[in-house]
């Protein structure tokens, strides 16, 4: 267990929350110094996981680093069925075969964020597979047509006269069972989540287990406003492209960035308040350079920044660059004032020195401030700019002897 007291543990579990019931209860099992097992549910109802998805896991992995047991329930059941949380209509029904194809690829890109040899996996199908049809109807038992009708989501749609599936009333009982067979803890979910994360309360206080704690977390729309989902080409993928990653976290509206920097970075208050205070376009790309660094790390979000850069700027460009030759390369390369200078960029050596120590001359897009910086010949050609007008193409002719 970690060395971390139970206060600064119940600090982690707090944060980002919006429900946490109880946190009294918590606090109790947290002085008590166990590992506690802390359940998240998902089903494999599409191929992809996307960083909505992530929330939550990021949150898994901020408690398994504090020593507690994450138990990653599969849901190759409850899929079938369909959670109706949020669905203003029936949900089409998935068969095993389409369960198991997107299963293939979801305790991978949950293993992009969890430590998955210390993550107990474990499919529902273990448990509903065994049960007989006299199983299901004292499952049924458990809860009253009432209580099922208090959601709220079923009520606007029976006022919408839409129609709801009897299969519909089983899921919240099924990922309630789900937290009796792996005795949880505390259970993850959204805020659309709640209804069936208290569900699992009551269900482990009818089997005389203590009752789990239910903690929600908010959730986030995708790039154009609406719930993110793959099937809307809003969402931004865990396995997506880098460079495609960071392209649409600069896409974002400028009003979403505080809360995605709060929910996808593990940047302090005071650092998010610092990046938010800066230009947008900055601050958008702090924000796509520390997801794209979450899920495929440091040097792909640098590679990606340079590409996008690249693309922005080169937007910017005049037509008519003109293309010079620099012939005088040494074997080492050649300082950036006499390379600014070299292809008429500035008129004597003093000034190019002057430019580039202001940070008026840009490499390939990039700010250069040491005049004394040892330029390599290109490969086929750089860009050399100064300022927001003055620029050149600029080609290597041969090298000094």
Not at 1 to 30: C, H, P, T, W, Y
Not at 109 to 128: H, I, K, P, Y
Not at 188 to 199: A, E, K, S, V
Not at 318 to 337: C, Q, T, Y
Request: glycine share 8%; net charge negative; with cysteine.
């Amino acid at each position: 267990m970690s060395a971390v007291g139970a206060r600064e543990q119940l600090q982690e579990f707090r944060r980002n929350a919006v429900d946490l019931i109880e946190e009294g209860e918590l606090a109790k099992r947290l002085e008590g110094g166990r590992p506690l097992r802390v359940k998240f549910g998902m089903d494999p109802s599409s191929p992809d996981l996307h960083v909505g998805h992530a929330i939550p896991l990021l949150k898994l992995r901020a408690l398994q680093e504090l020593g507690h047991t994450i138990v990653l329930i599969v849901g190759d059941s409850t899929a079938m069925v369909g959670d109706p949380s949020g669905k203003n209509k029936l949900r089409p029904q998935l068969t095993r075969d389409q369960v198991d194809a997107n299963l293939l690829t979801y305790t991978e890109q949950a293993g992009r964020v969890l430590d998955m040899e210390r993550t107990e996996v474990r499919r529902n199908s273990e448990w509903f597979d065994a049960m007989r049809f006299e199983d299901v109807l004292r499952l049924c038992g458990r809860m009253t047509v009432a209580q099922m009708i208090e959601r709220d989501t079923f009520q606007e749609r029976m006022r919408a006269s839409e129609p709801i599936g009897i299969h519909e009333f089983l899921y919240p009982l099924m990922q309630a069972w789900d937290s009796v067979q792996v005795r949880c803890d505390v259970e993850i979910g959204g805020t659309d989540q709640l209804f069936n994360l208290l569900q699992g309360r009551r269900l482990l206080e009818q089997a005389e287990l203590p009752p789990q704690i239910c903690m929600t977390l908010p959730l986030i729309n995708g790039l154009d406003g609406r719930k993110m989902s793959k099937s809307y080409g809003n969402a931004i993928g865990l396995v997506d492209d880098p460079a495609d990653a960071f392209g649409k976290v600069m896409s974002l509206a400028d009003d979403v960035m505080e809360s995605w920097f709060r929910l996808l970075t593990p940047l302090t208050e005071e650092a998010i308040a610092d990046a938010l205070a800066g230009h947008p376009r900055e601050a958008k790309a702090r924000l796509a350079a520390e997801v794209v660094t979450r899920f495929h790390g440091a040097d792909a979000a640098a590679q990606a920044l340079r590409a996008f850069d690249r693309q922005f700027r080169d937007k910017e460009l005049p037509d008519d660059i003109p293309e010079r030759v620099f012939e005088d390369w040494s074997a080492d390369g050649v300082p950036l004032f006499v390379l600014v200078r070299g292809v008429g960029l500035a008129t004597s050596g003093a000034e190019a020195r002057r430019l580039v120590s202001q940070g008026g001359v840009r490499l390939d897009g990039e700010v250069e401030k040491d005049p004394t910086r040892l330029v390599a010949p290109p490969e086929e050609q750089l860009l050399l700019s100064v300022g927001k007008r003055r620029h050149a193409w600029v080609r290597a002719g041969r090298p000094k002897g």
